[in-house]
Every structure is written in structure tokens, then in C-alpha cells.
């Protein structure tokens, strides 16, 4: 069965410093990869998606993620976060005539 | 395109009352998903659809819970009845297939006293 981890449930930067976070996935196959963005009270944003092609993909407002099968992993980075960014982020996996499985979520907290 | 409309956005109810959220996929979408989100256990797939046929429906919690889909613009998520427990964020998203993104509506906030 398909799954995702979050290692990190909750992570704090500064303004204008860097940002990783962390998603590991588990699937028998090359999977569909999503990142969610949601901000209280809202609901959930797709900020960027792999699907085939170039492993390194770029979503909207700066963000990136890379895709490396060899780790299972499909983490997502900014490089230099603002204020605005402080959210929850989700990363989901998919594929084949499989439902979305979401990660558990990291909260992102951004000091100024 | 108006995105993927949830109505109420909020519902307050007693608990042993019927509770029925509705929910506008995206036009041309054919697979709508509702989720639940929660402190405790996140967000979790309920059910979903593909064109407007129930495919999986193994994260119904019980039989409380109940989900339609009449036609290709109109899915309802039902509870009856409603507990406590069942307070949570109810998400709606539709696809344009199973499989690829999904967008999300608002969200229903439901709480059961």
C-alpha cells in the first residue's frame, strides 16, 4: 500500500532564510507526487506536482521540489521564505486507480 | 471556473441530528473525493468518485456516514445520526481523472454538541 511520511511536524525559520521540508513516500511503482499548501481556515493549494520528465519541478509563489527515486523522497524547498509562507504543508502520493494518500502534515512557523 | 464549492462553510448541530454537506465539483472534473481533517488523525479520504459511481468507500467510518453523487455537478456527504465525534473539516476536491491533482474546496467546519 501507498503512504507518506512527514518526518518534521512542525519547523520554525526566519524570514528570508532557507526552507526544506521533508516527504518520503513508500509505492510499488513511479508515483505521482503532490505538495498541498493550507493556511487557516482554508483549504488546500496545489503548490507544484510530479508526474514524468525533469525531477526537479517548480511550483507557484518560489517554491521547488526534487524528486529522487533512489530515496523515495520528494522534498520541498524555498530559499528564502517570507512571512506569508507560514502555513501547513502536505505532501500527497498517487497513482495507477489509486486514491490520493496525504502525509500528516508540517506546520511551518516563520519568525521575523 | 468558481473552483470546487462546499456549502455551509459552517454547521453546528445536536448530536442525533442529520447532517448533510454538499458539495459543487469543478465543471468537467470526473472524480470527486471527500475528506476529513482532524488534530487527531489528519486528513483522511472518505470516499470517492469516478464518474459519479462510488469507487472506494473503505474510509467511511460507519454506516452513519453515507455519500452520493446524482449527477456530474452535485456530490452530498450525510450523517445520521451525528456525534460529537464527528466534528471535524470536511474537504470536498474533484480531479479531472483519479489521478491527477485534485483541488480542494473550503471546507465545511462541523461540530456536533
Known amino acids: 500500500a501507498q503512504s507518506v511520511t512527514q518526518p518534521d511536524i512542525h519547523i520554525t525559520v526566519s524570514e528570508g532564510a532557507s526552507l526544506e521540508l521533508r516527504c518520503n513516500y513508500s509505492y510499488g511503482a513511479t508515483p505521482y507526487l503532490f505538495w498541498y499548501v493550507q493556511s487557516p481556515g482554508q483549504g488546500l493549494q496545489l503548490l507544484l506536482k510530479y508526474f514524468s520528465g525533469d525531477t526537479l519541478v517548480q511550483g507557484i509563489k518560489g517554491f521547488e521540489a526534487e524528486f529522487k527515486r533512489s530515496q523515495s523522497s520528494f522534498n520541498l524547498r524555498k530559499p528564502s521564505v517570507h512571512w506569508s509562507d507560514a502555513a501547513e504543508y502536505f505532501c500527497a502520493v498517487g497513482g495507477g486507480a489509486q486514491k490520493l494518500v496525504f502525509g500528516q502534515g508540517t506546520r511551518l512557523t516563520i519568525n521575523p | 471556473d468558481a473552483g470546487v464549492i462546499q456549502s455551509p462553510r459552517h454547521e453546528v448541530t445536536e448530536m442525533g441530528q442529520e447532517v448533510t454537506l454538499r458539495c459543487k465539483p469543478i465543471s468537467g472534473h470526473n472524480s470527486l473525493f471527500w475528506y476529513r481533517q482532524t488534530m487527531m488523525r489528519g486528513l483522511e479520504l472518505l470516499i470517492y468518485?469516478?464518474?459519479?459511481?462510488?469507487?472506494?468507500d473503505s474510509g467511511m467510518p460507519e454506516d452513519r456516514f453515507s455519500a452520493k453523487m446524482p449527477n456530474a455537478s452535485f456530490s452530498t456527504l450525510k450523517i445520521q445520526p451525528s456525534e460529537p465525534r464527528d466534528s471535524a473539516v470536511y474537504f470536498c476536491?474533484?480531479?479531472?481523472?483519479?489521478?491527477?491533482?485534485?483541488?480542494f474546496g473550503q471546507g465545511t467546519r462541523l461540530t456536533v454538541v
Open positions: 468518485f469516478n464518474n459519479n459511481v462510488p469507487i472506494d
Open positions: 476536491a474533484s480531479s479531472r481523472t483519479e489521478n491527477t491533482e485534485a483541488f
